[in-house]
């Protein structure tokens, strides 16, 4: 049986770092070279990316890409994806899930749409139950990241149907060392002071021989969410939703002769959030900065993972051997929806006898107490006081969600390194042998004494068993197993000194199995009182294709086309009762697929002082994996449903106007709807055609700075400003025509987020102020409840206004 629905349960369709600060000349130095004497505009430079497996310049890269230096993200004040995404055109970043979306292609069902390495390292969560979480890896003491838009089922495989985020680290030098300590100091308005130190050194140790690379990093993020007691208002702790975040990381490199290099390395991260960033709408007041949360249970996410890796790249005539070779092993304990929240909001229906078909207690025997006086069990305000139930007022449930996975990865790659040669290629091997483990616990002590209060029986006679020892309500234990075999290919060849044809592709042979126990008074209720016990398996051949043409109209000008598939591995899923849920529910899904069609181009005008890359896209999803929700039994499935369209443009702009003035312009726009009616096995309408996904349409982010001197140090001015459209179309929870249509939920409204810089070079000191949030925006965003007979609101906003200095020491 899959776990049961959490969160915003009237949504119904799970598919619908600080790195070191380097202020202005450092940092402008690397974008552009500022000559006094010079009168005009310098060169917008070139970025090396490897997006393509090989070192190539961003502008001759025939692919949307996005990069980011340490350079560059040290000026944005970027500490993570979620800022990462902020200046991407077409990708956006989910809070709770921590999803990259890019160009509207993400589904919390399944595996993951988006590729997440760390090096060559994949390191993404398949979804075996409830909030499988990716990681947030942190951006310090990194070269860059890359972000690649549109499947990239050829040279990353599985997991990359939307695109790829890709963190690149910094190698140990063998001729240079390098070091430098950074600290950093904010403080949010209505919120905590947050602190950061990190230090990072490395350099030869037996000159072109032998070097290594050392780096840790601490982070307490302050929190400005109180919780509180919900009847009182009293604050039981304040700032509650903090985070620490721990990051350490060595690697060595290793020479014995010019062509071979060993590079052993090691990176850990432990990440501690204490609460979630949620508050309760009908108890805060944020236009005063005031925002609460009365979730009586504490929503927890502690996170870490270790990484040890192994790579060896030989470099010969004409052609490079690359191998790496990592483990990956990740443990999240999180609180991953209130206990307290979902129990009530699932037994007041019981009270209700609304449309779900509750009429009395959990078998369906009419009330002796006249229970539906007992409605509701939750107000706009929290647990109903008003019931006069001490119990009530005193209850608390718990929830815990354990996500582990265990993978093992190897790939082989020969590649050409001759960039003069007509004919570009990598090919490979690719291995993962991955285990993962969901388990689900609802912790519920006083379950027996509310069974009783609501409909005066005892545990046996509403639910068919008494608790689990330590009073356990529900247990949801799967294991599974994903183990993929793949071959790949990539070339390209120049027909001509400007036009170029590529070719790619991937064929894989792909398992995954799994393991199911559910047990506890709540499932034995829909099991026929026996715990359930359930296998399965799926096995696949996926082939992925590219191919695309290039045309080098100038130096500086170039066109591209490009056509590429990517696709999900399938997977099964337990079965689920077919008494208690009322009906016969798919135990397997199959892959699912992308067909990527794009053009794009890729300029520089103005002498080269203005770089532009822009591209058009027309991306058909298919078979898309989606997570259904049973309300009557108040759990889920995962099953291929419908099938969407996703079209828009994206664009990306530098513009060095003069030696001191530069301008940057990031713009996405994506349209993603269904493109058919999909129904579940009722024939009920989950997603009409022409209903959204959940992205939104517009992005646009524009930066500004200013680059001078005072008293002959270098300094600058920094101004970014994002902004976010309100999505019109409806997603399918937010359509009258859908039979689970939640009148509660409405789409986030646009949103505007500025950010200011100031920073000065003195020495080896760089010296940085910064307020994040300049206008204290806080929209109202992913506004949600349990369902929609709940009438207790959660929402997220932005972070308050934050001002804060950073300082960074280099040697």
């Not at 016990?533 to 082939?543: D, F, I, Q, V």
């Amino acid at each position: 049986m899959t776990p049961k629905r959490c969160g915003r349960i009237g949504v119904l369709l799970a598919a619908a770092g600080g790195a070191p600060l380097l202020l202005a000349a450092q940092a402008h130095a690397q974008s552009a070279t500022i000559s006094a004497s010079s009168s005009k505009a310098t060169d917008v430079s070139e970025i090396v990316v490897t997006a393509s497996r090989r070192e190539q310049n961003l502008s001759k890269v025939p692919e949307s890409v996005s990069a980011f230096t340490a350079a560059k993200m040290d000026i944005q004040g970027i500490k993570s994806i979620a800022d990462v995404s902020k200046f991407t055109p077409g990708v956006s970043f989910d809070q709770d899930t921590h999803d990259v979306s890019i160009r509207g292609i993400d589904s919390t069902a399944g595996s993951s749409t988006t590729g997440v390495y760390i090096d060559d390292t994949p390191v993404q969560m398949r979804n075996l139950g409830l909030n499988a979480n990716n990681t947030l890896p942190t951006v310090f003491d990194l070269d860059r990241v890359e972000i690649l838009r549109g499947p990239q089922g050829t040279l990353f495989g599985a997991g990359s149907e939307g695109g790829t985020v890709r963190y690149i680290t910094n190698q140990p030098s063998l001729t240079k060392f390098t070091a430098f300590a950074h600290g950093e100091l904010d403080y949010t308005d209505g919120g905590a002071p947050s602190y950061e130190l990190g230090a990072a050194a490395g350099g030869p140790i037996v000159e072109d021989k032998l070097g290594f690379r050392v780096s840790a990093w601490w982070r307490r993020e302050g929190g400005y969410i109180d919780r509180v007691d919900y009847q009182s208002l009293g604050v039981t702790e304040p700032n509650a939703n903090r985070v620490d975040t721990v990051a350490l990381r060595a690697a060595f490199a290793w020479a014995p002769t010019s062509s071979l290099t060993i590079t052993p390395s090691i990176d850990f991260q432990k990440r501690n959030q204490n609460n979630y960033d949620n508050y309760w709408v009908g108890i805060s007041n944020p236009g005063a900065g005031q925002f609460l949360n009365g979730t009586p249970d504490r929503m927890a996410d502690p996170d870490h993972w270790l990484l040890p890796a192994l790579k060896i790249e030989w470099k010969g005539p004409g052609v490079s051997f690359i191998s790496n070779t990592s483990y990956y092993a990740r443990k999240e304990e999180v609180n991953g929806y209130s206990g307290t929240l979902y129990d009530l909001s699932y037994f007041q229906h019981f009270t209700l006898g609304d449309t779900y078909g509750y009429p009395s207690d959990p078998n369906g025997n009419p009330c002796t107490n006249n229970c539906q006086s007992l409605y509701p069990l939750l107000t706009s305000t929290g647990i109903n006081t008003s019931l006069g139930q001490p119990l009530l007022n005193n209850y608390v449930a718990t929830n815990v969600i354990t996500n582990s996975q265990y993978n093992w990865t190897q790939e082989f790659r020969l590649q050409s390194n001759d960039p003069a040669a007509k004919l570009q290629w990598v090919a490979g091997a690719f291995m993962a042998f991955n285990y993962q483990r969901s388990t689900e616990i609802i912790y519920d002590p006083e379950l027996p004494a509310l069974t009783n209060l609501l409909w005066a029986e005892d545990m046996i006679t509403a639910w068919g068993q008494d608790l689990l020892p330590g009073g356990i309500d529900y247990i949801n234990d799967t294991s599974a197993h994903d183990r993929q075999i793949a071959l790949f290919a990539d070339g390209t060849y120049s027909i001509t000194d400007q036009l170029k044809f590529e070719v790619g592709l991937r064929f894989a042979w792909t398992h995954f199995d799994y393991q199911n126990l559910n047990t506890g008074a709540q499932d034995l209720l829909d099991s026929g009182g026996l715990p359930a016990t359930a296998s399965g398996s799926k096995n696949e051949k996926p082939l992925t294709p590219k191919v695309g043409l290039t045309y080098q109209v100038t130096s500086d000008d170039m066109v591209y086309g490009t056509i590429s598939k990517g696709y999900r591995i399938g997977g099964a899923t337990p079965p689920l009762p077919a008494v208690a849920c009322g009906g016969t529910f798919p135990t397997e899904y199959n892959s699912d697929s992308v067909w990527s069609y794009e053009v794009g181009t890729k300029d520089r005008f103005l002498d080269r002082t203005l770089q532009v890359s822009g591209s058009l896209f027309y991306i058909n999803w298919s078979n898309i994996q989606q997570a259904v929700y049973v309300p009557t039994c108040g759990i889920q499935y995962t099953t291929n449903l419908g099938s969407a369209i996703s079209k828009g443009f994206d664009l990306e702009g530098q513009w060095q106007l003069s030696h001191a003035f530069e301008v940057e312009l990031s713009v996405g726009y994506t349209d993603a709807t269904f493109s058919k009616t999909a129904f579940d096995v009722f024939n009920n309408i989950l997603a009409e055609k022409g209903d959204a996904l959940d992205v939104v349409p517009w992005t646009v982010t524009l930066g500004a700075q200013y680059n001078f001197h005072v008293f002959d140090h270098p300094a600058f001015l920094r101004a970014d400003d994002e902004f976010n459209s309100k999505r019109t179309t409806p997603i399918p929870a937010e359509d009258p025509a859908t039979t689970y249509y939640d009148p509660g939920l409405v789409p986030n409204p646009a949103t505007n987020l500025l950010n200011l810089r100031a920073g000065m070079s003195v020495d080896k000191w760089d010296l940085a102020l910064y307020i994040n949030n300049a206008l204290n925006a806080h929209p109202q965003l992913n506004l949600q409840h349990q369902d929609s007979d709940t009438l207790l609101y959660e929402a997220q906003t932005f972070r308050p206004l934050t001002v804060g200095f950073a300082a960074t020491f280099r040697y």
